[in-house]
Structure formats: structure tokens, C-alpha cells
């Protein structure tokens, strides 16, 4: 069973948004390919287990939950890792990047 998600908009992170000019870079999800997206402004890491074409959604386990200094997580609100969820292409971000904390 799937756990329904309310994903974060990715804004300026949404991989849909990056890839929108240059198609063919674009790599559509397949098995074992981890993706990102956000959820109550943690980075969510899913490893895709199945990916429906027809819906543009990608289907997997929770790897990783990561808060914005990078530190892991086992469970962030209504979510843990080893969940089974689906995340629409239109909800997957890029991954932030780290600031260095001296800067």
C-alpha cells in the first residue's frame, strides 16, 4: 500500500522546470534510480521500485529523510524511511546544495 503524500512544490529546484528546454538530457525514472523531492521543507531520497509512464509518477521507498543541514532522519511527520509512496514528475526537485557553515 501507498503512503499518500502532500509533496512540497519544488520552486526553483523542480527538475520538470530544469529539464524544460533540454528534453534530451532528461533521464526518465527507472528501477533503482534515487530521486528527490521536498516534504514539509525536508529533502525526501526515493529509490524507484516502478515508474508509470502513462502518469508520470514514480513509485518506491523513502531512503532518506534529510533536513536543511544535511543531518538524516528516521521519521518527519507523517513519513519514515522504508515508506512506499508516489511521487508525480512534477513534485521531483533537484538536490539543494549544501553552504558551507565558515561561509
Given at each position: 500500500m501507498h503512503k499518500h503524500i502532500d509533496w512540497d512544490a519544488p520552486g526553483n529546484a523542480s527538475v520538470t522546470r530544469h529539464y524544460a528546454s533540454d528534453k534530451q538530457h532528461e533521464v526518465q525514472p527507472h528501477p533503482g534510480m534515487m530521486l528527490s523531492a521536498r516534504y514539509q521543507g525536508m529533502v525526501v531520497r526515493v529509490e524507484v521500485e516502478a515508474y508509470r509512464e502513462d502518469d508520470a509518477l514514480s513509485i518506491g521507498k523513502v531512503a532518506a529523510l534529510?533536513?536543511?543541514?544535511?543531518?538524516?532522519?528516521?521519521?518527519?511527520?507523517?513519513?519514515?524511511?522504508?515508506?512506499?509512496?508516489?511521487?508525480p514528475d512534477d513534485k521531483r526537485a533537484l538536490e539543494p546544495t549544501i553552504e558551507d557553515e565558515e561561509d
Open positions: 534529510i533536513d536543511t543541514h544535511g543531518k538524516r532522519h528516521q521519521t518527519h511527520g507523517d513519513l519514515s524511511v522504508g515508506d512506499v509512496v508516489r511521487l
